[in-house]
């Protein structure tokens, strides 16, 4: 019976270990305080040590323990053999202060409470905090590899948004300012190509005031800015608003774009999230694309000036019309424009496209519905140059007009057009685009930074793998120091130490 019990194994859960030590009277209680002093004389003992590899692996970088004593003590047992005396005992002060720390280990088994929570320790706290410290690092190289890529793409859409943006405008991006005046300068001879292509209008403008004073007995002349361009071709508002060609014209001045300011070097972190609002230029409704001068509200427009110090008497300043006040012939200001140039004829001028244009696809869906007997009597007695017309030319018709709107009303020209109205237009224009590119950079400073971050990541987990496999095999070590042990207490019996897993 005795011989079956000495094979069976004594399972001890390793997190109950000193508390299965002092409940079997293996070590006191009271434990800690003896260990106290000996570590400090362990401390005092090591300042003075021989010149021993072995030695010196053992007191590096590790917690000295009693089975590190021990051997210890067997290595000064050679390096101190010639202190010994005539009665066998080592008289060297070395061997004496490590003799005395391994007697007061010895003594009620402090070592075996110090092991188990060295063991308990290393388990439980050290072991999962350096795992957790690698996990961390390994989960932050993740990270930094997303949000770099997130970063680089998010920079690249960025310049790519930018540069869109530029061939929208017509324009390369490297000088915005310049670049977009330069359009403008070449506006007039564009809207000249739209006011000479004009001349194709007469027989859709013909085919619409016949169609008119056919069905509604409309007598009044239709599409007027139409038919004056028609004849007229892209001239001056002057001659559209008197009749008569003007002698001299004195067009406005054009402000010049100032050079665009460099982007300075500092970098403004703010938040990297690109919102929709900073990307896109709302224009309202509302603006009138004229120059006026509209008398201020606070002074009732009576037009009188405070010239600044004192009381004089106020000057007044009478406002005469343009048309009364101008040198007869002398084009000035807004009369100078061409008609396509000027904000409220080109707007007339467009309105009257989209009309023509309205007529031209309401008529061409209406001669796919005459087929029946009725229709076709109703054109019987219409002007010829109704009833000469097919769904062919009318179509032919129709896309002429589309295209000319096109032309004036294509996204690129209505930049241009707010540009000509607005010199801030293309401050805004810039700036939007500035920004675009600012955050770009900005983007591409932090993916820089994401690579450092994921750098320092992978040297934290360098350093951690190595000392995590160290406390591993240092545990293990202990785990069966510790096994061995208490086996000799039990008559040999196998002892399992559970739940050691580093």
């Known amino acids: 019976m005795e011989q079956n019990i000495q094979n069976v194994p004594i399972d001890i859960q390793t997190s109950k270990l000193l508390d299965w030590l002092t409940d079997r009277r293996h070590c006191n209680l009271k434990w800690q305080n003896a260990v106290q002093g000996i570590r400090e004389k362990i401390n005092s003992a090591m300042q003075d040590m021989p010149e021993n590899e072995e030695i010196k692996q053992l007191l590096s970088g590790s917690y000295i323990h009693y089975f590190h004593c021990l051997r210890i003590v067997e290595i000064l047992k050679g390096t101190e053999e010639s202190s010994k005396n005539i009665f066998g005992k080592y008289s060297s002060q070395r061997m004496k202060d490590w003799n005395e720390i391994v007697n007061l280990y010895q003594a009620d088994n402090a070592y075996l409470g110090e092991l188990a929570s060295l063991l308990s320790r290393n388990v439980s706290y050290e072991g999962p905090a350096m795992r957790k410290q690698l996990a961390k690092a390994k989960q932050l190289q993740q990270e930094m590899s997303r949000r770099e890529v997130e970063c680089q793409s998010s920079a690249a859409k960025l310049r790519e948004h930018y540069y869109t943006s530029c061939k929208q405008y017509g324009i390369k991006g490297d000088n915005v300012p310049r670049e977009l005046q330069g359009l403008v300068k070449d506006l007039p001879d564009v809207l000249d190509k739209v006011g000479t292509d004009a001349a194709r209008l007469e027989e859709k403008i013909q085919l619409y005031a016949a169609f008119t004073n056919f069905v509604c007995e409309w007598s009044e002349p239709v599409l007027p800015m139409l038919t004056f361009a028609q004849k007229r071709g892209n001239a001056t508002f002057y001659e559209w608003r008197t009749g008569n060609v003007p002698t001299v014209v004195e067009r406005p001045q054009v402000e010049e774009t100032p050079e665009e300011a460099p982007v300075e070097d500092t970098i403004d972190w703010g938040d990297f999230g690109t919102q929709e609002s900073s990307s896109e230029i709302t224009v309202e409704d509302g603006i009138d694309w004229g120059i006026s001068v509209e008398p201020s509200s606070e002074d009732g427009g009576s ?26 012939g002398v084009a000035r200001g807004d009369d100078a424009l061409n008609l396509l140039e000027n904000a409220k004829s080109r707007g007339q001028f467009i309105d009257e496209l989209m009309e023509l244009e309205t007529f031209l696809s309401q ?63 293309v401050e805004r224009v810039t700036e939007v685009l500035r920004q675009k590119m600012k955050q770009a950079d900005i983007l591409e400073v932090k993916a820089v930074s994401m690579v450092e971050k994921r750098r320092e990541a992978l040297e934290e987990q360098s350093r951690l793998e190595p000392q995590i496999d160290l406390l591993a095999e240092r545990t293990q070590d202990l785990k069966k120091l510790i096994e061995g042990d208490i086996s000799k207490r039990y008559n040999n019996r196998p002892v399992n130490l559970m739940g050691v897993i580093i």
Do not use: K, N
């Open 303 to 328: 037009g009188t000036i405070d010239w600044g110090d004192g009381d004089p008497a106020p000057v007044e300043i009478e406002v005469v019309q343009a048309s009364t006040d101008c040198l007869e």
């Open 363 to 425: 008529r061409l869906t209406e001669m796919g519905q005459e087929s029946d007997v009725v229709a076709m009597s109703q054109f019987q007695s219409a002007p010829r140059v109704i009833q000469i017309q097919s769904s062919e030319h009318v179509r032919e018709m129709l896309s002429d007009v589309q295209d000319m709107l096109g032309r004036l009303t294509s996204l690129r020209m209505q930049h241009l057009f707010m540009i000509l109205a607005s010199p801030r237009y």
